[in-house]
């Protein structure tokens, strides 16, 4: 299924500074398939994130190369802002916050 392939895309894009992709991250807030257009909506860490542009531009390259994808928008979101609370298990565990 498409949107398997896109949540598989983003975990393996990262923010440079956190060693956790941006899905176990909790920053993937929603993900739309549409006759194989694909919408994300994110957010990030913190509002000035000096990465937004890398991680932006990352996100969308990766989900652009799955077979099948005619098209991608990335729209990024403050609201609801961003709480560790968000991150997967995995996650915490990895950033040792559990």
Known sequence: MLRDKVEEALRTVYDPEIPVNVY??????NI???????????TLT??????AN?????AESKIRE???????HIHLVFDPPWDKEMMSEEA???LGWL
């Open 24 to 29: 176990d991250l909790g920053l993937v807030y």
């Open 32 to 42: 739309k398939v549409e006759d194989n257009n694909v919408t994300v909506t994110m």
């Open 46 to 51: 913190a509002p000035a994130c000096p990465a």
């Open 66 to 72: 799955i077979e099948g994808v005619n098209d991608v």
């Open 92 to 94: 915490k565990l990895e």
């Open 54 to 58: 890398e991680i932006i531009f990352d």
